[in-house]
């Protein structure tokens, strides 16, 4: 068996990467494409280091797994393609970043069905199929359910449907493709690992978008794993026009959006009061166009400066029925007092908010004080903290489970604080400045005597 390499790392490539890389930065790509010769170009073309962003390409170390996570229409496909083409082929390009020699002569490649490795993995538009010259295409066989390539390289389909049929084969390297989504995902990837012993350092590529499976989780604290990552918008000039726009004007903030967009690992707490699923259920698009009550809630930090807490600031509407809304999450991340009264005062003129709760544990009148500064017509209703946050929190997520509660659109930071909140607080030790305001907010609107003025349009 002997390798092939199409694309040798020649100090002239290498000189045209660096002068294509360099005008990029100066904005000048545009002329500098203008100014190749045909064969430059088809070099450029076809040379994927150039095109490639740095999270589709392998990580530097000795790492044994390297795990690319992105969100829809990030690139994941086309770089999983691209490493096991140079792989299979030798490429010079990847000697230094992630591989001691770049040629794998048994290559395993694994989809959640064999139509999805045919269809996405092979067959693709950025599958395997589509990438090569005419010279080094490799042939697929679909009722062999193997591509060879004319150097003597051989990959395997495998589904995760059937682990037991990764039973016996032994490859270089591998390619899982949205392992997150596989039926069987611990036993597939469990046999997959005893097959990867040819070679002097077997290796394997997983790309997904995430999803908080046991697998994935435990993937991300080995240590032999190399993580890049990318959000959706970081491959937009390869997007139909309009996409982005669409979905990010639906999905963006969301627990959906943060997933298969930014290709976030977006988890729950076990012990946490609020869960990501009951937060979706209760997001509306918009309150109600009547709301007879509308409340300003802060928490102000006890000091200002780079290393001070946020500043929680969240509107809360009644609604005619009794439900409450969330409208809005405007808290600010180390501001000096002037910076955060701005906010609160701005949001209680754009809301015609009625009431105005402000915590003074910690600030005493300087909160009052402070709001008068910035607007003197704007009245501070002055709360103090007689009980834990904890205790505090626990009548207002049974109102969430009663269904009493809606948010307004997405409110990432907020529910982020929200699902990671428990007896023991924050998980990094953080103060809930942001769900602080929101339950002072909900608890002056539904759990305590309240005034119910004349119902108003927003």
């Known amino acids: ?132 010259s005419r010279g080094e295409r490799p042939t697929w066989t679909p009722t062999r359910r193997r591509l060879e390539w004319p150097n003597g390289a051989v990959a395997q389909a495998f589904s995760s449907e059937d682990p037991e049929a990764l039973r016996g084969p032994q490859f270089d390297i591998a390619w899982c493709d949205e392992l997150a989504k596989w039926r069987y995902a611990q036993e597939t990837f469990d046999m997959l690992q005893f097959g990867l012993r040819l070679g002097t350092e077997p290796r394997q590529l997983v790309t997904t978008t995430p999803k908080p499976t046991p697998l994935l989780k435990r993937l991300l604290g080995l240590g032999e794993t190399a993580v890049t990552h990318a959000p959706t918008s970081a491959n937009a000039p390869f997007l139909a026009p309009g996409f982005l726009e669409a979905v990010v004007a639906r999905y963006a903030g969301t627990r959906l959006g943060r997933q298969e967009l930014d290709g976030e690992l977006i988890d729950d707490r076990p012990d946490a009061l609020w869960s990501r699923q009951k937060l979706e259920a209760l997001r509306v698009t918009r309150a109600p166009e009547h709301l007879s009550r509308i409340v300003i809630a802060i928490d102000p930090p006890a000091t200002s400066g780079r290393k001070s807490d946020a500043c929680g600031i969240v509107a809360v509407g009644l609604g005619e029925d009794g439900t409450a809304y969330v409208l809005a999450d405007r808290s600010v991340e180390r501001a000096r007092p002037s910076d955060w009264a701005a906010v609160v005062t701005g949001l209680w003129h754009g809301l015609s908010a009625d009431c105005l709760v402000a915590e003074v544990n910690q600030g005493g009148e300087m909160v009052a004080e402070v709001i008068r500064g910035a607007d003197p017509a704007v009245p501070v209703k002055q709360v103090r903290a007689t009980r834990g946050k904890f205790s505090r929190a626990e009548p207002v997520a049974m109102l969430y489970d009663q269904d009493r509660i809606r948010h307004v659109g997405a409110l990432p930071e907020l529910e982020d604080e929200m699902v990671d909140f428990g007896p023991s607080g924050l998980s990094g030790g953080r103060s809930p400045d942001r769900l602080d305001a929101l339950v002072w907010a909900v608890s002056e609107l539904l759990l305590g005597p309240r005034a119910v003025p004349k119902v108003r349009r927003l």
Do not use: Y
């Open 1 to 132: 068996m002997t390798t092939t390499n199409s694309f040798p790392p020649t100090s002239c490539a290498r000189r045209l990467r660096s002068a294509l890389a360099d005008c990029a930065r100066h904005d000048l790509l545009e002329t500098a494409l203008d100014g190749l010769s045909p064969a430059e170009m088809r070099f450029i073309l076809s040379d994927w280091p150039t095109f490639a962003h740095e999270h589709q390409l392998p990580p530097d170390g000795n790492w044994r797994i390297w795990l690319l996570m992105g969100g829809r229409g990030a690139g994941k496909t086309r770089a999983g393609a691209e490493w096991i083409k140079a792989m299979a082929l030798g490429h010079g390009w990847l000697n230094g970043s992630g591989a001691s020699k770049g040629f794998a002569g048994r290559i395993a490649l694994v989809g959640e069905t064999f139509s999805d490795v045919r269809e996405v993995m092979v067959e693709g538009v950025s599958g395997l199929l589509a990438l090569h």
